[in-house]
Every structure is written in C-alpha cells, then in structure tokens.
C-alpha cells in the first residue's frame, strides 16, 4: 500500500474523537448603570440597569440624558468545570451568550424609552465596584464605584466590541450572542473577572433590563469546547502500515 499524503489524511480522519462541549451560566457579582447627567452618582443597587442615547425620552416625554451599563462576572468556577472536565488549557471557548429581561416600559421615570441600536464591549479594566444607591435614591460614589464619570475612565484600547444589537422595547428575555474575542477568552480561561459595559449607538435607544436583585438577572452562558488532542493513533497506524512494507521488500 502506498502511503501518499490523501492516505495519511484518511486514515487520521478516521480515528479523530469528535470535540466535546460544555456549558455553565453565570449570574453578576457586580451590576450598575450610570448617567452622564450625574457623573458622581451610583446605582448599585437600583432593580434596573439601562443605555440610552441623548435623544430617548421617559414615559413622560422628559430627556434623562446618556446612561450607561457595567456587568461583571466571576468566570472562576467556569474555568474549574472546563479544566475538570477537559483537563486545564485543553479547551477553548466557543460561544458566549447574555441573556438579559428587557423591561419595554420601565415605571420610574428616571428611565428613557426608545428602539435602536447599543454596543456591548469587553471591558479590559475591572477595577470598579458596583456602589450603592437605587433610582429614586442614589449614592454618591468613592474610590472605584462607578458613577458615570469614573466609568468612563476606564474604557481603553485593550477593550474589545462583543457586538451591537438593538432592543425591541418590550418586556421580555434578550439573548445577545457575543464575539468570543481573545481578551474575552483569556479572562476565561484564566478564571477571572470579566466585565462587560454597555454603551449606546443609536441616540434615540432607551434600553432598560432587570439588574441581579431581580428575579430575572442578567445571566453569561459560556460554552467550552475541547481542543483536539494530537491523532496518535492514526500517526501510530500510518507507522504500522510503512513497517509492514518495509518487512515485505526485506
């Protein structure tokens, strides 16, 4: 038997174990949103998370002005199943969806209303924590809480865009595929934190979805998916069939 490279390819082929998937979701351990209008207030704990352009307006017809979102997650006990699972660094990510409740007609009036296009963003920098305060009764932010102005400070050429999508305005779950983009991927594979910031593109969006105090959080499912091991067997295989051809012109 001759031994060209389309046989060798075939024989590989043949014994190659199919890849293996795995998935985990993962609720905030930090969520907040922030307002250009009052860059020093926090939101930690408000029931409700938005981004918004400068032209929505609430159910009155009033402009709040830009809002913006943080979401952070903790991938550690990602990162444990996956290494179990796989063995460590034998898997790569291969989806990641948030799934989110979009609330169409949010009753506190400090939110906007409006269909159209936001951008979520690997955020590269995680040194933020969520505040407190609620919508009708904000805190003030200090040291690394996020109010709008210190948010912003943290965006930076290492973040990466997961994709844009547009909301429908009314109430109901949002699954939001993202980019499984390198600085993404390695942030689970490492089990660290992982933020994510939501950011308008539209100027008349006014997007507001449940925060993690609710009974519908946000929630980060990742898929893993083991990478092929090296096909041994069909090396082994090919080198069985080029001895026994060497015994025979023996």
């Known amino acids: 038997m001759r031994l060209t490279p389309l046989v060798i390819a075939a024989i590989a082929a043949a014994v190659v174990v199919p890849a293996q998937a795995s998935g985990i979701a993962l609720a905030p351990t930090q969520d907040t949103f922030g307002r250009a209008a009052e860059p020093g207030l926090t939101y930690g704990g408000a029931g409700g998370l938005s981004v918004s352009g400068p032209a929505a307006v609430n159910a009155a017809g009033e402009a709040n002005g830009v809002f913006a979102t943080w979401l952070m997650f903790d991938a550690a006990a990602a990162a444990a199943q996956f290494d179990a699972e ?3 660094g034998n898997w790569s990510l291969a989806s990641a969806t948030l799934t989110v409740n979009e609330v169409g007609a949010p ?3 400090i939110f906007n209303r409006g269909v159209g296009a936001f951008e979520v963003r690997y955020l590269a920098d995680d ?3 969520e505040g407190t305060g609620s919508a009708n009764s904000p805190g003030t932010a200090t040291g690394n809480q996020i109010g709008y102005g210190y948010g912003i400070s943290l965006l930076g050429n290492d973040d990466e865009s997961l994709g844009t999508f547009t909301n429908l305005g ?3 779950l949002r699954s939001l595929g993202l980019a499984t983009t390198a600085g993404f991927g390695d942030d689970v ?3 660290g934190l992982v ?3 939501f950011t308008h593109v539209d100027d008349a969006v006014g997007f507001t979805f449940n925060s993690q105090s609710t009974p ?6 990742l898929e893993a998916i083991a990478i092929p091991a090296p096909p041994v067997a069909a090396m082994a295989l090919v080198g069985m069939i080029a001895g026994r051809r060497r015994r025979r012109r023996s």
């Open 86 to 88: 796989f063995g460590a």
């Open 107 to 109: 009753n506190n009036p």
């Open 127 to 129: 040194d933020w924590a």
């Open 170 to 172: 009314t109430t109901g």
């Open 189 to 191: 594979l490492s089990g």
């Open 195 to 197: 933020s994510l910031y």
């Open 216 to 221: 519908f959080p946000p929630q980060l499912e």
